[in-house]
């Protein structure tokens, strides 16, 4: 049974989830700032906020992922243009997720909208990490594993 637990540590306790730990910290510090600022400087929608706050966010989150924790290489023109709209077609499924709570909690129960927000965050870091592993980067894994 320890064995069986130390075997499992080892797999998700490694450079990569760390520095994916670290990164998505990063990415979420962008975006809760812009959607702060957006909400409460700017005084807009928290919805029409939150896709601004998304988009800054994912740019910066997409050349983090890929230069320093995925350790993607470069590669042609069309293969990076490739991987950066697999990534970003990956993060609208988890804008939808977040859009969805931020409407369910902030519209519907009324809950407040920076609390949700920071809940929603966690959701999403796990849902990204997943998708970036097993759908975009994937085929850096394969060509480093050949090599």
Same mark, same amino acid.
């Given at each position: 049974?320890?064995?069986?637990?130390?075997?499992?540590?080892?797999?998700?306790?490694?450079?990569?989830?760390?520095?994916?730990?670290?990164?998505?910290?990063?990415?979420?510090?962008v975006?809760?700032?812009?959607?702060?600022?957006?909400?409460?400087?700017?005084?807009?929608?928290?919805?029409?906020?939150?896709?601004?706050?998304?988009?800054v966010?994912?740019?910066?989150?997409?050349?983090?992922?890929?230069?320093?924790?995925?350790?993607?290489?470069?590669?042609?023109?069309?293969?990076?243009?490739?991987?950066?709209s697999?990534?970003?077609?990956?993060?609208?499924?988890?804008?939808?997720?977040?859009?969805?709570? +931020?409407?369910?909690?902030?519209?519907?129960?009324?809950?407040?909208?920076?609390?949700?927000?920071?809940?929603?965050?966690?959701?999403?870091?796990?849902?990204?990490?997943? +998708?970036?592993?097993?759908?975009?980067f994937?085929?850096?894994?394969?060509?480093?594993?050949?090599?």
């Amino acid at each position: 049974m320890l064995m069986n637990i130390k075997k499992i540590a080892k797999k998700l306790v490694n450079r990569e989830t760390i520095v994916y730990v670290i990164a998505g910290v990063m990415t979420t510090a962008v975006n809760m700032v812009t959607y702060y600022g957006l909400c409460y400087q700017v005084m807009m929608n928290h919805l029409i906020a939150n896709i601004i706050a998304w988009v800054v966010a994912v740019t910066f989150a997409y050349f983090v992922n890929a230069g320093w924790v995925f350790q993607d290489k470069r590669a042609s023109l069309k293969e990076e243009l490739s991987k950066m709209s697999k990534f970003f077609l990956a993060r609208i499924f988890s804008l939808g997720v977040e859009e969805g709570g +931020l409407f369910l909690f902030v519209n519907l129960i009324h809950w407040n909208n920076m609390a949700v927000k920071a809940g929603l965050a966690v959701i999403v870091i796990v849902i990204n990490y997943i +998708l970036s592993k097993f759908y975009i980067f994937v085929e850096n894994k394969k060509d480093t594993a050949e090599a």
